[in-house]
């Protein structure tokens, strides 16, 4: 349902046109009204409309001008005046339509459908801003994390880059780093721990004990249980449990 305030010096023509309203196929709320247009700043900042209805020829701020101060709205405004001659001046204000006195529905009607459209466009762009906002944070966590992690053990600390990893072996509060070199080695930290802190797009907890570097399998083993052998011949299986989310990861 479109959301709306109307703003007219008289009266009577506030309530022609919520009556018309109510009989568009269109549905509109009316959430306030107003006939002094000098306090329609404070009014506009209690609601969240898409569309004002506002009077042009009125006492103190005309239509016109009071549109020139909505600059920076983010709800349409449709001029609705017994004037022919406002019509340019709409267009060059950025009004959506310009409706004459007495309003006629069909008029009105189009000018609620264009409304329509405006609404939905503007939709569709904050869903599309919002999807882009999640990529560009989700690039930043990527980007953010280690690209070497330090492994402290009893004597000396080792900087690993992500990829000389093939798989992490785990064992209660152990964890076994297996390289592409060959070397072995155990710190004293859970598998869980390394788990949050790789990335799940190149890591897979392959199984309770084994965290896997994807970019490290050479082949998959379909059997009565689903292994994967790495590139050092080591074959590790999938749980599974993790078999279904495993396989959906391999074909991308």
């Keep these: 349902m479109l959301r709306a305030i109307i703003i007219d010096d008289e009266q009577e023509s506030i309530k022609a046109l919520q009556l018309k309203l109510a009989e568009c196929q269109t549905p509109v709320e009316v959430l306030a009204t107003m006939t002094d247009s000098r306090g329609v700043i404070p009014l506009l900042d209690q609601y969240d409309i898409d569309v004002l ?4 020829e009125m006492p103190g701020l005309n239509g016109i001008t009071l549109m020139e101060n909505l600059q920076n709205r ?3 405004v449709v001029l609705v005046t017994a004037y022919s001659e406002y019509a340019l ?3 060059k204000a950025s009004a959506l339509d310009y409706l004459m006195k007495p309003v006629d529905m069909d008029e009105l009607e189009l000018a609620l459908e264009k409304l329509v459209h405006k609404v939905e466009a503007k939709s569709q762009d904050r869903h599309l801003s919002s999807a882009k906002l999640d990529i560009e944070e ?3 966590q990527i980007n953010s994390r280690p690209k070497k992690i330090a492994l402290s053990c009893v004597s000396e600390t080792y900087y690993v880059s992500q990829e000389e990893i093939l798989y992490i072996g785990g064992s209660n509060n152990y964890s076994t780093f297996y390289l592409i070199d060959g ?3 155990v710190v004293s930290k859970t598998l869980k721990e390394y788990e949050s802190l790789l990335p799940p797009e190149r890591f897979f907890r392959a199984h309770k004990s ?7 399998i050479k082949k998959l083993n ?3 249980e689903l292994t994967v052998s790495m590139i050092n011949n080591v074959e590790i299986e999938i749980s599974y449990r993790k078999k279904a989310d495993f396989l959906k990861i391999m074909k991308g």
């Design 210 to 216: 084994y965290l896997i570097n994807l970019d490290h």
């Design 138 to 140: 989700l690039l930043q």
């Design 183 to 185: 070397k072995e080695i």
């Design 53 to 56: 209805f506002l009077d042009i």
């Design 74 to 76: 983010n709800f349409e």
């Design 222 to 224: 379909k059997g009565p």
């Design 89 to 91: 001046k709409a267009l």
